[in-house]
């Protein structure tokens, strides 16, 4: 595929005789400094007269990327993928196989990104390219007439882009740092990007400057890939988040930085997860994630596994829990289902809870572009003859799937409330939908179904958690102009249990059900069932659940104050919603409990100092938040409470260092920009006061998007069919627990 390596160096002729930089700070101005022979050596293309600046002075905007120099790079400058193959042949071949090589040249980002060249010029993919084609960005092929060969277009991330990452930072949308490509880097910082293998055998540790740095081993150089937002550049309005699989990892018990996650783990990074030792020992340079079409369509073998291999590694359960009545009071729920001896009620209609939990996946799952993956829980009732009693999340025949399954999916609207289904994302308005389950939190799908007369006993319930990249509407849209294939369905998770028909309402206690179902303990079960509930904010039925795995812990175990510690917490969001003190006074017992049996678990002490704030003690919340504050400097919640509540004690100049913690941690937190904004003018700071007013004018909640997203809801009630919430009515979805 290198045929259209033609026409590269016509371009001496257009280009300006001359280096310039950039100054990010200037508006409207494009600084092309005073012109000056540049060395070859230096290896920096220059700006092309015809280069078109349409969104300011720096040619790389609308994206955060930038190179050391402020200058571009040329494509001759990259080093090929297949240099580096000469002396690391393994990690090569499975790179080629990555969805990092292959980021901008397979079809489904291919079929995207020509609809929005089509649509709004080819300068604004500049956003794209930072992450999709870095080579093509900084060489200044993204203009119109470019006439840069683009032998890169096969290579996508290539190793010579990530292996050149001189520094990173996390607000995302390509916020890096990339220095000229080299092959060495001589002690006194010399950079050398043409050494033949003798050269660099004979002197490793240059090479090692030049290619391997500390940052390589952080997850923050992925965050600025693996975090983006839609800015007005590209949909002509408003600041829009994407995707932030950094910070919900970040936030997850897998960075061990935070307090609030339900358990501890041991840390993961996105290296230890996604690029594990390969068989020669040196980290795996496939990265597999969910991306099955990718592999379907070149036909990799080896890649297709190392994907439906993770996918299907126990990182996501599925457990058929409880079992209801509809005509029986809501609070009645029979679970475990299999070990209280229950049966289908013959003639009557039954409510099955199926819990799927993100034990193992470091963010949220499914991670990223939901709007075109795929994810649901499919559900099926069938009797002894095979009868099919009730059938949920079944692909039609036409390959698509059923609107009403219980899916963990994006569903984003446009300007007219139609929906965006070719990931068209600049034309994105409002997301009216947004199901996924963040890392170690727990889901609930509700199937009701009718249980005729005439059914034969044993009715065998079946529950499968599917993936599919991409969904059918993508897919079909895709070969429009590329053909490609069906992408497979990968089972991640099943469970299955049969269950007795009976005639009477209340069954004699009968023998252990066999059943398929994770191993987890029955706390387990419970407090999973719990959060699932917490997260749909069922919180009554939440503290049910909460209080039944507490029973099940043994006396003063750290199981009994984790489970206090949960039911604190919701007894802390009923009080939100309205209820009365009595559920702080059961909270303040709760935790008590709690934190008599583990005194210094930071996420007892979390809560104990929300629970102070509630009751006007500010001092004994301040005590714990800032303690927590100095054991997780990396929090932002904790770092959020402290600071409001330095603003109640009217500590202003300890607010606003606090508020600029937060935004250490997370650069796009809308509060820490609108406190900001109102804390610099108090000082009399106008300029830093200005720059956060719009930086929150650019974020803050957009209320035209809101009514279009209840109003897409109300037309669309299937969406969410199988959501406990939904019987109580216009609940919130899509917020984050
Ligand atoms: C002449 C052979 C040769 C070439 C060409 C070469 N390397 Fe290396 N590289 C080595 C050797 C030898 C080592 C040290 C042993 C090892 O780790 O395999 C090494 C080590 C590395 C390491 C560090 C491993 C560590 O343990 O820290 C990285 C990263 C790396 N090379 C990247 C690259 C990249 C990227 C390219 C292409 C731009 C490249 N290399 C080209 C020979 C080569
Ligand atoms: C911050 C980096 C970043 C930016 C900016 C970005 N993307 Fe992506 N894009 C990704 C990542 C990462 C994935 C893979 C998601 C995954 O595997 O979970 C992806 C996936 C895609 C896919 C699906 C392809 C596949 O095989 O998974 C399409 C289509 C796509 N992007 C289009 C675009 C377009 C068009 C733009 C510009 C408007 C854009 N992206 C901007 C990082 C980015
Ligand atoms: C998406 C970014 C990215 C790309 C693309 C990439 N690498 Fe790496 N590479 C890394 C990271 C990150 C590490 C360090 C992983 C770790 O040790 O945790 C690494 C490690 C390495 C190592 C050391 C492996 C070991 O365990 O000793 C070598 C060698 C290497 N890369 C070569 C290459 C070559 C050759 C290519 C292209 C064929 C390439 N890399 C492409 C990010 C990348
Ligand atoms: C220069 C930008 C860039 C950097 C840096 C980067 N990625 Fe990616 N990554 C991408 C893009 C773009 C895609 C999606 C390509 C596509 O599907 O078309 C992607 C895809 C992935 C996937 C998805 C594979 C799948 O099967 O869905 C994983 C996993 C991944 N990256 C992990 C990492 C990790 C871990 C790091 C840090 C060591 C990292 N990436 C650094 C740009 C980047
Ligand atoms: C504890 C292990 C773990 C950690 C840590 C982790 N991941 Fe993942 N990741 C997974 C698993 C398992 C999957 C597959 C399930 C899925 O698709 O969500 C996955 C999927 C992905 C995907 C593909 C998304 C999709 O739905 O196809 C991307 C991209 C990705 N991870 C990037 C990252 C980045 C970037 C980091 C670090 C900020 C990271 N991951 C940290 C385990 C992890």
Same mark, same amino acid.
């Given at each position: ?420 289904? #070719?990931?068209?994302? /600049?034309? $994105?308005?409002? =997301?009216?939908? @947004? !199901? ?5 939190? *727990? ?29 059918? #509407?993508?897919?079909? /849209?895709? $070969?429009?102009? =590329?053909?490609? @294939? !069906? ?5 991640? *998770? ?244």
């Amino acid at each position: 595929m290198r045929t259209c390596l033609i026409a590269i160096f016509v371009l001496g002729a257009t280009w300006l005789a001359g280096s310039f930089s950039i100054a990010p700070s200037s508006h409207g101005v494009i600084l092309i400094k005073s012109p000056q022979t540049v060395r070859a050596a230096d290896g920096f293309a220059e700006l092309p007269a015809d280069y078109e600046l349409p969104f300011g002075p720096n040619p790389f905007a609308p994206s955060n990327a930038r190179t050391t120099t402020g200058k571009f790079i040329k494509q001759a400058d990259f080093i090929p993928a297949a240099r580096c193959a000469a002396c690391h042949a393994n990690v090569h071949s499975e790179w080629s196989e990555s969805a990092h090589r292959n980021s901008f040249r397979e079809p489904f980002y291919q079929a995207n990104v020509k609809l929005l060249i089509k649509e709004r010029g080819i300068a604004v993919t500049r956003h794209c390219e930072s992450c999709h084609n870095p080579v093509a960005l900084f060489s200044g092929a993204l203009t119109t007439n470019s006439r840069i060969a683009r032998p890169f277009d096969e290579e996508g991330v290539t190793c010579s882009v990530c292996h050149s990452i001189a520094s990173a930072g996390t607000t995302g949308t390509g916020s890096y740092e990339i220095a000229p490509p080299a092959l060495l880097e001589r002690a006194n910082g010399e950079r050398v990007s043409e050494a033949t293998d003798d050269e660099i055998n004979a002197d490793l540790p240059s090479h090692y400057r030049a290619v391997m740095r500390p940052l390589l081993k952080t997850p923050e150089l992925c965050a600025a890939c693996h975090k983006a937002a839609v800015v007005p550049e590209l949909n002509k309005r408003k600041w829009l988040r994407s995707f932030v699989v950094y910070d919900e990892w970040q936030q997850s018990a897998f960075s061990t930085e935070t307090v609030q996650p339900l358990s501890r783990r041991d840390r993961q990074t996105c290296q230890s997860c996604h690029m594990p030792p390969s068989t020669d020992k040196k980290a795996s340079h496939r990265w597999p994630g969910g991306n099955t079409a990718i592999p379907a369509h070149y036909n990799w073998p080896g890649q297709s596994k190392a994907t439906s291999d993770l996918l299907r590694s126990g990182v996501i359960s599925v457990d058929i829990f409880a079992l209801r009545y509809p005509s029986d009071d809501p609070c009645k729920l029979m679970a475990p289902i299999e070990s209280v001896g229950v049966g289908l009620l013959s003639g009557e209609r039954a409510t099955v809870d199926v819990v799927v939990a993100n034990k193992g996946v470091g963010h949220a799952f499914p991670a990223e572009l939901r709007d075109i993956f795929e994810a649901w829980l499919e559900f099926q009732a069938v009797d002894a003859t095979g009868r099919v009693l009730a059938s949920s999340g079944a692909v039609r025949e036409d390959g698509s799937l059923e609107l009403d399954a219980h899916a963990y999916r994006a569903v984003p609207v446009g300007e007219q409330g139609q929906p965006i289904i #070719r990931h068209d994302i /600049w034309n $994105t308005r409002a =997301t009216a939908l @947004d !199901r996924q389950i963040a890392a170690g939190r *727990a889901d609930v799908g509700r199937f009701t179904f009718f249980v005729p007369k005439d059914a034969h006993s044993p009715v065998t319930l079946t529950a499968r958690l599917n993936y599919r990249r991409f969904n059918r #509407r993508f897919t079909d /849209w895709v $070969t429009l102009d =590329t053909r490609v @294939d !069906r992408s497979p369905v990968v089972e991640m *998770a099943q469970a299955t249990i049969p269950l007795p028909i009976t005639r009477a309402a209340s069954v004699p206690a009968s023998p252990r059900l066999p059943v398929s179902t994770s191993a987890a303990s029955e706390f387990a079960r419970w407090r999973a069932y719990g959060v699932a509930l917490f997260d749909q904010q069922q919180y009554e039925a939440a503290a049910h659940a909460f209080d039944q795995a507490t029973s099940l812990a043994s006396n003063g175990s750290t199981e009994e104050a984790s489970s206090r510690i949960d039911l604190a917490m919701t007894c802390l969001r009923m009080e939100r919603a309205g209820s009365s003190q009595s559920v702080l006074d059961r909270a303040e017992k709760s935790l008590a409990r709690a934190l008599e049996i583990a005194a210094v678990n930071p996420r007892g002490r979390y809560y104990r100092a929300l629970l102070n704030i509630k009751r006007f003690r500010y001092s004994e919340a301040l005590r714990d938040l800032e303690s927590l504050g100095r054991e997780y400097p990396r929090d932002r919640q904790v770092w959020g409470q402290l600071a409001s509540l330095y603003l109640v004690h009217r500590r202003d100049a300890d607010a606003q260092s606090a508020y600029e913690h937060v935004l250490k941690i997370d650069p796009d937190d809308t509060e820490a920009h609108m406190k900001l904004a109102g804390l610099y003018w108090r000082f009399g700071m106008a300029e830093p006061a200005k720059r956060e007013q719009d930086a929150y004018q650019a974020r803050h909640t957009d209320t035209v998007a809101e009514t279009m997203r209840r109003n897409y809801l109300r037309a669309h009630p299937e969406l969410y069919a199988t959501w406990p919430w939904r019987e109580f009515g216009d609940n919130p979805i899509g917020s984050m627990p």
